[in-house]
């Protein structure tokens, strides 16, 4: 049996009768009290985010997550379909497992599904990706001074702030966890 001094970013552990991801793990030991842990997890059924506190040394339950390679396909509307890389099947993947990066996501791109028998519970989607502006303002001669930003749309059908220098047809490099603009790449 596992116990708290194996807690990691990214660890699934049975808590409650749910399956839960740890998102953030402190150990603390305040001045005259025992150690514990400060624990943040995300229930993998719902996406709640709960905090909880662990006794240092306390048994917890750690859960085996497998995790594959796919190619992602297409967007259907509802969910995120993949395809194996070796049997070519696909599965359709609910877009509250992939996280807010899903809106990155263009065809061909591969990403780490983790899998707890035959269900997906989570993601883990490429954390740079290149996307060509397909709209936004063009750029005027001279903007690059200044830090503004503009709105532009990617072809994913995502829109982030850029630079004011940046025009359709560029390709940036876009971080799929905060969404932000990193820089542009040449073609």
């Not at 409650?16 to 793990?25: A, G, I, K, R, T």
């Not at 005259?32 to 996406?47: D, E, H, I």
């Not at 993949?82 to 099947?89: I, N």
């Amino acid at each position: 049996m596992a116990t708290t001094a194996d807690l990691k970013i990214g660890a699934f552990i049975r808590f409650n009768n749910d399956l839960q991801m740890v998102e953030e793990s402190q150990h603390r030991t305040p001045g005259n009290l025992r150690a514990f842990y400060q624990v943040k997890m995300r229930s993998v059924k719902t996406g709640r985010l709960t905090e909880t506190r662990f006794r240092s040394g306390e048994e917890i339950v750690f859960v085996r997550v497998e995790r594959k390679k796919y190619s992602y396909v297409y967007h259907d509307g509802q969910s995120f379909n993949f395809m194996d890389q070796e049997t070519y099947d696909q599965i359709p993947v609910d877009e509250a497992v992939l996280g807010s990066g899903a809106k990155f996501l263009k065809e061909g791109e591969i990403v780490e599904l983790m899998f707890d028998g035959s269900t997906v519970v989570g993601a883990e989607i490429p954390y740079n990706v290149n996307l060509k502006i397909t709209e936004t303002v063009p750029g005027v001669k001279g903007d690059t001074a200044t830090g503004a930003t503009k709105p532009a749309t990617v072809e994913t059908g995502a829109t982030i702030n850029v630079p004011l220098f940046i025009n359709e047809g560029d390709m940036i490099k876009v971080d799929t966890r905060t969404g932000e603009y990193l820089e542009r790449v040449k073609q």
